[in-house]
């Protein structure tokens, strides 16, 4: 035997029989075994390494029991494509997945992949623009595979890990996956990424996208799913060498849309100076109060809850007070929610319980780009969003209130 070789005692089929990260470390030291001379010490050397084999046995064997009986909501969108999904990833490495929110993209498909055996030998990392979206999307999928946040499904957000040994899927925020790669350049903990909503375009998803570009002939074994809206799916396809692209309906109900003018686009148009001042003041017209008589129209247009868009947390707190002191004395009755990210998880989750009565829900636009609220019958959106957008010259993002388009 040379200095080269250990004995042939079936460590490839062992070592193929263990998680990524084990199978690498253990290979490592099996290569570093044949290179000890001293038969003696090369033997306890491979006994330490038989004992840590069948250790890392026993830790696949309980990732492997821990993996959920999967099934898929038949009113989702997503569970008629679920076949051609599941044959389009096992042929491909990498696939696009397009969809509007709604489709149930985001809760089907990490369920999809362990359905396909993935996230047993590495875990599926599935990404989200924004922390309450990582969050809610966690609970969600936990509720509908019947385990709990922080088993077989966690999620990682600045200053929260809630994943642990067993953890199968790990939802978390694009920044997290970017502070990943600073310690484990090959992403070797994950057998398959799906990074979502990858349509908004900021710079950490550009930079994963461009990162894992490179990263993925040096890992055939990763899976790379990107989810977008279906304006431009074709875009991601070929950058990643004309990648299959799947389509995804949403579900679509008739839509009734009222124009409500408020502040300056409620005043008719005047060519008098003297009417500046007016104008002026109109520019501070309060928008809770808009709000609420929109509120107020809807409540008696019939059952269903409210959704109501605004563009950050001071907006929405606001406007919260203003709507809770309004309908004092219907309480009990409706029920009024704010959603942004700073606020306690309890407090995110009730807008995703069941509930007795009306509810409104005052958001950011999570709710439209990363989130599903159940229930919602009613949208009222005062025409403004906080967009983040790339400042080239300064190489940072910023975040800007901007108008929405009536279109």
């Known amino acids: 035997m040379n200095a080269h070789q250990v004995p042939d005692v079936g460590w490839s089929d062992r070592l193929a ?35 840590q084999i069948t250790a890392g046995t026993e830790r696949l064997n309980r990732r492997r029991a821990a993996v959920p009986r999967i099934t898929f909501p038949d009113q989702l969108p997503v569970a008629a494509r679920v076949s051609e999904l599941a044959r389009t990833i096992t042929e491909h490495q990498v696939v696009i997945v397009a969809g509007e929110t709604g489709s149930g993209k985001s809760t089907q498909l990490p369920k999809l992949c362990l359905d396909l055996g993935r996230g047993v030998r590495g875990m599926i990392g599935h990404t989200q623009p924004r922390r309450i979206a990582a969050r809610a999307l966690a609970e969600r999928i936990a509720e509908e595979t019947g385990t709990q946040v922080g088993g077989a499904i966690g999620y990682s957000i600045r200053f929260g890990d809630h994943t642990g040994p067993n953890t199968l899927v790990k939802l978390m925020t694009d920044g997290i996956l970017l502070t990943e790669i600073g310690r484990d350049r090959m992403l070797w903990a994950y057998d398959t990424i799906i990074i979502d909503e990858a349509h908004e375009r900021s710079l950490n998803i550009d930079f994963l996208l461009g990162y894992l570009q490179g990263l993925l002939p040096r890992r055939p074994d990763l899976k790379l799913i990107i989810t977008s809206a279906t304006i431009d799916p074709g875009k991601f396809s070929r950058h990643f060498g004309d990648a299959p692209v799947v389509e995804v309906s949403g579900r ?17 148009e005047v060519d008098d100076p003297d009417a500046e001042q007016s104008r002026s003041s109109a520019e501070s017209a309060d928008q809770a109060q808009a709000i609420v008589s929109a509120v107020d129209e809807l409540l008696s247009a019939g059952d269903g809850d409210i959704l109501v868009f605004l563009s950050g947390e001071r907006e929405i707190t606001d406007t919260t007070e203003v709507l809770r002191g309004h309908l004092a004395d219907r309480r009990g009755l409706t029920e009024v929610l704010p959603l942004y990210g700073r606020l306690s998880s309890a407090d995110q989750h009730r807008v995703f319980s069941a509930h007795r009565g009306r509810r409104i829900v005052l958001s950011t636009n999570v709710a439209e780009t990363s989130l599903t609220v159940p229930g919602i019958r009613y949208v009222v959106d005062p025409g403004a969003a906080r967009i983040s957008r790339a400042w080239p010259r300064s190489k940072v993002e910023r975040l800007t209130i901007e108008p929405v388009s009536e279109v």
């Open 17 to 51: 029989d263990l998680t990524i990260v084990d199978e690498r470390r253990l290979r490592h030291r099996l290569r570093s075994a044949g290179r000890i001379r001293e038969p003696a010490r090369r033997e306890v050397t491979l006994g330490e390494i038989d004992r």
């Open 252 to 268: 679509t109900y008739p839509v009734e849309i009222r124009y409500r003018p408020y502040g300056l686009d409620a005043l008719p």
